[in-house]
Nanobody, 126 residues
Framework: QVRLVESGGGLVQAGDSLSLSCAAS????????MAWFRQAPGMEREFVAA????????LYHDSMRNRATISRDNAKNAVYLQVYRVKPEDTAVYYC???????????????????WGQGTQVTVSS
């Protein structure tokens, strides 16, 4: 059974840093392009960041440029997201997702990802 389990969500203050983790099981993690998405109430699911299955190429949403880092540890079957200088508009449920198609570039569409975690709530207070 494929499982993606996010952790690290909670209440943070604007301007602080946020660290999220996603532990994967049931997949060959080394072939999985991993991504983070987020969804705020009443909003569409939004791409945050992705990291390729091989080569380490990363991609970030414009709102995250110079403010976030996605990384992975294949030995731990884990992917991480660090967000710096968080803003109230970062408040959302953050989801970890896996794409096993071995793309040549990271994908930004949620439809490209077949496996999803349950999400972890991040609330940023001002």
């Amino acid at each position: 059974q494929v499982r993606l389990v996010e952790s690290g969500g909670g209440l943070v203050q604007a301007g602080d840093s946020l660290s999220l983790s996603c532990a994967a099981s049931g997949i060959t993690f080394s072939t999985a392009t991993m991504a983070w998405f987020r969804q705020a109430p009443g909003m569409e699911r939004e791409f945050v960041a992705a990291i390729m299955w091989t080569g380490g190429r990363t991609l970030y949403h414009d709102s995250m440029r110079n403010r976030a880092t996605i990384s992975r540890d294949n030995a731990k079957n884990a992917v991480y997201l660090q967000v710096y200088r968080v803003k109230p508009e970062d408040t959302a449920v953050y989801y970890c997702a896996a794409d096993l198609s071995r793309p040549t570039v990271p994908r930004v569409s949620h439809t490209a990802y077949e496996y999803w975690g349950q999400g972890t709530q991040v609330t940023v207070s001002s």
